[in-house]
């Protein structure tokens, strides 16, 4: 699983009805990713955000932006000035991708659900 994150790969797991899975997937998004495309250029629901979300960390964050090249779902982009990023969490799927990517450690997970600003938003 850390290998295919390395590599941008998102995980997904698909079901019937729950508790049955139906397959798990790490697939590069979106463009790879046939279930994906339907849902952010289609707009057709078929998929629904993670119960997770991105936090950025103000005080680890370097500035290095190789997040954003990384995040698939365009939550993350350059900030106006020299250095940093600006996070989106609403436009955040929670695959965590963009870990991968930070050095310092300045993005983690934190349960939606448990987030105001976008504890309704799946």
């Known amino acids: ?3 295919a994150e390395e590599r941008g790969l ?3 797991a698909w079901t019937f009805i729950t508790p049955f899975i139906a397959g798990l997937c790490n697939c590069d998004l979106p463009s790879g990713c046939m279930a994906m495309k339907v849902v952010l250029k ?3 629901r078929i998929m629904w ?4 979300v991105i936090r950025r960390n103000e005080e680890l964050c370097t500035g290095c932006r190789r997040c954003v090249k990384r995040c698939p779902f365009g939550a993350i982009s350059p900030a106006p000035r020299q250095s940093g990023v600006i996070v989106d969490r609403k436009k ?3 695959c965590g991708i963009c870990r991968t990517a930070c050095a310092p450690g300045a993005l983690s997970l934190e349960p939606r659900s448990a987030t105001p600003d976008v ?3 799946w």
């Open 119 to 121: 504890a309704g938003i």
């Open 49 to 52: 955000k993670g119960e997770d």
């Open 92 to 94: 955040c799927w929670g």
């Open 10 to 12: 998102c995980h997904t």
């Open 1 to 3: 699983m850390k290998c």
């Open 42 to 44: 289609g707009g057709v």
